[in-house]
């Protein structure tokens, strides 16, 4: 039986195309049906890579009896999360007030006005403890229809209101149709004084308030399950810069001292990031989360918008643990990780097409293995990819030429099968002088350990991994190299290969940054082709390729001699791995010249209208393609420049246009200067300095459109992986303020960031790990750095310090007087020929130009 979503834009969907289950996608139609049949809807929300689901489908869904079931007692219908965010936030607001806890897969049972009376997530088809079976769930929310309407109603009533109230603590608000008394978003009214809406004093305390949650052991905040916290780790690293003290010695030379709270715990945090089973030591990238505080088992799926973040993030971890010291093990583990992560992303993640490209939404966390036990020659299970055996790894060992237990740990006086598994175990634990297997608690039901890192093997006094050209012979490379020919033969798991606007923005963006940053210009090639993709298209939440690339990774080896054909002696000596990028065809111009109408036919937009967030991310991936590939790296060739694209600014502006039309409602008072003005006019007349408005009106921040069906629209300050639509806004009126030329068309309104902000200050302390991204752009805002400079080695030592927000190139080898003039002649001046030239600005302030990195350092350095 082939049910409604055989031709669904979903991969979620497509997966239950088969069940027996009579599903319907979302929409009035399933409703309709519903009031025709008198019966409730139950509204079934996942996604491709989430195991408990599969695991629900394989119990119930698939189960001919429970199918009949469902098919008698309700209208069923399916929702990817990832296509309608919108209605997935709605059910699990509502989840969150019946049961205090939320997950995946999302069951509610609902009226016809899509409004749930009960809700659950994941039942199985046998009753366990604690968890009612499906089949028994369906009978009572059967008898309750039918025999209890009016309670129905009332609980339906009291939802709608709660849900509504939601919008008073600024997480949620509805717009129901017909009731007057819902409220919208908040309102938010800048300080009376003209101060920024949370200042140092405010940041200060929302460190100390993360403190009180921090894991001083393990890194992170709070217990297990454990997730990445991304959004506070970029407060972490922009906090501890721009906290710093100025210890500037007697020779004049800088040395400034970062905030060492905020540092420490950055670091305990990545550290164990870095080095835990929750990091992949084969192929790069961060697994979603671990079941344990310690970070040593995850869950295994792997999402594109984590490493999108965990990218970005050791982008900035290397910026300020280069200028802190350039040698340190720090600086090479933050440099490892960065490259690490945009491999993997390039090599996994990245989905070529017939003239479109772009990144998979996720990888799954079950894959296929052999069982001579399952009757089927084999079954998937969670963590089959990533695993090994004790036995395996000693195996490895012994084909690597490593000693399995080098430091005597594993010996025992017995003999035979005990003396075998002491050694396999001393194996596990001793592998290498930094690689171990953990086989132990919540490791049970998984085919095998976990391959993580001893983090005291980056510890600052210990002498590090190997450095030079004997690395690639290292113990740990060659066990390494052992355990992915073991991987390789085995089977991958599945890729979720639809696009979406909002995660492939953030990627496009961090790897632009990533390539700038490393002079790997394989990064911004990927990156170049995505844009191009997503320029191609109206602006969506989703995309759903026609023709993609097969399941699955790419050939590495294929992807890798691409990249060494495209970019022949430019990829760096220092890269973190031999794999991968897209292939020449990629980057051709020929290929870029007939994209848009290849993406158009090969492309179909998902359901569902684009979110705030998702807009937003797109601005930001065209900034990063000026700022960051608009100019050579130091040592970047021709070629890489002109394959790389520049910011366009006609798309911004449109795309901001949307924003403030679609998802702002502003009260913007007449006569406000924009700041971009005042900097215009103050680099004409530079003695005639504008100023920040004292005073501006507030605006209020929706992050969707009206759902047609819920008549919803969310208005959620808290960071969730990515950031809110709120602190995305904050931070994007930051950037647009810094770079958009004045003749670009756009306009920030007065009123941000800091009226997007406001309504966070009350969570900075009771939800502090909830609205970390708030408080980095806050941060940003206090000290806004911008860099213009017309050099490849001046870009390049811009793009490489903590301090700026924005790296504007004025053309390598402008002339001294093709920039503003902001002083009297200095002795630079007078040479003949294109001079270098490098300057700071900070607000409408620019200081004097300088002419070489070290002293372009000591003037960023300056608060």
Known sequence: MTNRLANATSPYLRQHADNPVDWWPWGPEAFAEAARRDVPVMVSIGYSTCHWCHVMAHESFSDPDIAARINEAVVPIKVDREELPAVDSYYMNALQAFRGQGGWPLTAFTDHAGTPFFAGTYFPAEARP?????????RAVGQTWRDERPQVAQITER????LAGLADLGQLAHAFPGAEDAPGPTASEPAADGRPTIDLDELHAYLEALETQADFKHGGFGGSPKFPPFPALRFLIRFAWTDRADNTDSTGDSAPQPNASALTLARRTLLNLATGGIRDHLRGGLFRYTVDAAWRVPHFEKMLGDNAMYLQIACDWYRLEHRLDPGSVWTRLAALEAQDTATFLLRDMYVEGLGFAGFATALDADSLEFDPHSGLGAVNREGAYYTFTEQELSQALHVAGIDADPTGAGASDGSGSEGERDATRAAAEFATPSLRLFYGEHTEDLPGGVLYRDPHHYDPGHPGEERGPEAEHSPDARLLGVLRRYQDSRVPPERDEKFVSELGGLTIAALFEASALFDRPEFAHA??????TFRAQEAARSYSPAEAAPAGPADPTASADAVASAVGDSVSANSASDAAAPSDSAVTDSAAAGSAESCAAALTPGPGAPLLADLLAQIRAELAAGTCAGAPAAGAGSAA???TPVTDWARVKDLWDRVKSDYLVLDQPAGVTDIRA???????HPSAAGAHPAHTAPVSVYDSLPEPILGVRGSDPV??????????LAEAAVLLRELAPVDSGVEVPPQLPDAALDPIVPLLRETPTGVGY?????????DPVRVEANTPELLATARAHPAPVAVVGSGAGAKAADLPDSGPASAMDSAPGPQPRAQVCRGTVCELPVATSVALNTALDRG
């Open 159 to 162: 939802l709608r209101r709660t």
């Open 678 to 684: 005042a900097r215009a006019a103050h680099a004409e």
């Open 527 to 532: 990156a170049a082709e995505a844009l191009r």
């Open 719 to 728: 960071d969730q992986v990515t950031p809110s639509g709120r602190s995305a």
């Open 641 to 643: 420049e002109a394959s």
């Open 130 to 138: 604690g968890l009612p079976a499906l089949p028994d769930v369906l």
């Open 774 to 782: 708030s408080a980095y752009v806050a941060a940003l805002a206090l």
